[in-house]
């Protein structure tokens, strides 16, 4: 059963889960691995009463490429890894970005790199879901802050996956995922709910990859009626792997532009105290809600420091973060992480504004006080 429009006190694992089921998700394979398990168990436990299927693959590789599978079957798909789970996955989203295949992967970040310490929080995947795959392409990676924000943007996940025909990436961190607070759910009538679009011309005349005005295609679902291919390959308008030059300038050009042509539709971001800003610090994740009380805390004595947090850190909120910063000396970027979002900042920022860093590198969150006294002692001189 979904426990719509009931109020839990539970975990960010948990309101993935939730969010998921009421988005219309109905197959999950994965493969347990801390911290995620808890949404894979979870999945076991309330799919099957739902008439969908669980499906515990012998590994990460098998798990991904099974809903890849399900969705080019026509159901709304989903896993869950951690770490190096999400490592062994490139290749399979690759695979989706290709075949422009609309699946749902949550990555909950830890401690690394490689096996790391499973069951502590990182925030060290942030490039790895924009570069993990190889070659050309866009891709949409959503990080919430809280256990509500979780669920309400593992919703919108399936939502841009179904409207873009895209891999979406929902990151989660080791924080998030055991964190409890109070959650709705939210039922389908509240929320939107995008389905996949189907074919409006017969099968005689269908191309799976002709687009719309937006670059987006119309893929009928295996066993709808109509003849398509799935290929890896370059390919043209109908699937066929073809070697011309042409070719595969259109399927690159197409796989990246229907993303960037619609980054204003995708973004989203959080701003507080910019309107006057000399100071503003970037984060993202639930460390954010840290920095964001250590600046409500320097504005009740005067400071002039603002607040901005992208979620979704691609395609990052480039134009957002430069309005957010237009009366500011300094940009500060916080994270749990030797360095992964202070790059798409600088990349970001068109002013000569100063831009310092805060990389806090222990599992144990810092306090307000902890950030403040690094940002008044090693960045603010």
Request: hydrophobic letters at 40%; glycine letters at 6%.
């Amino acid at each position: 059963m979904i426990d719509e429009n009931k109020v839990l006190f539970t975990h960010g694992n948990q309101a993935v889960v939730e969010g998921a089921l009421v988005a219309g998700c109905r197959f999950y394979a994965g493969y347990p691995i801390t911290p995620s398990s808890e949404i894979a168990e979870e999945m076991s436990r309330r799919l099957p009463r739902l008439g969908g299927i669980y499906v515990q693959g012998e590994d990460e590789l098998a798990s991904i490429n099974m809903i890849i599978g399900a969705s080019m079957a026509g159901m709304k798909s989903m896993t869950a890894t951690s770490g190096p789970g999400y490592s062994l996955m490139q290749e399979g989203i690759g695979l989706a970005v290709a075949t422009e295949t609309p699946i749902v992967i949550v990555n909950v970040m830890r401690a690394g790199p490689s096996t790391g310490i499973a069951s502590k929080p990182w925030q060290g995947d942030i490039m790895q879901t924009k570069f993990g795959s190889h070659s050309d392409y866009e891709i949409i990676t959503l990080y919430p802050w809280s256990v509500q924000e979780a669920f309400d943007l593992t919703i919108e996940a399936f939502n841009l996956a179904e409207k873009y025909m895209t891999p979406v990436i929902l990151l989660s961190d080791g924080m998030l995922a055991r964190m409890r607070e109070r959650l709705y759910v939210k039922s389908p009538d509240e929320v939107e709910i995008i389905e996949r679009r189907k074919p409006t011309v017969p099968p005689e005349v269908y191309r799976p990859y002709s687009r719309d005005e937006n670059l987006i295609p119309t893929i009928a679902s295996f066993g709808d009626g109509y003849f398509i291919i799935r290929d890896s390959l370059s390919h043209d308008e109908r699937g066929y792997y073809l070697e011309k030059p042409e070719v595969q300038a259109l399927y690159v050009w197409v796989l990246n532009e229907k993303i960037r042509r619609n980054t204003d539709k995708i973004q989203k971001w959080d701003e507080k105290f910019t309107d006057d800003s000399e100071v503003v610090f970037v984060a993202a994740g639930p460390i954010a809600r840290i920095v964001l009380s250590m600046v409500r805390e320097a504005r009740k004595e005067g400071l002039k420091w603002g607040f901005f947090r992208p979620i979704t850190i691609w395609p990052f909120p480039e134009n957002q973060l430069n309005k957010a910063i237009k009366h500011a000396s300094h940009v500060i970027v916080v994270e749990m992480s030797y360095g992964k979002l202070i790059y798409p900042v600088r990349w970001s920022v068109k002013s000569n504004v100063e831009i310092g860093h805060i990389p806090w590198l222990s599992y144990v969150a810092p306090s307000p006080n902890d950030i403040r006294q690094i940002a008044e002692r090693e960045v603010l001189v």
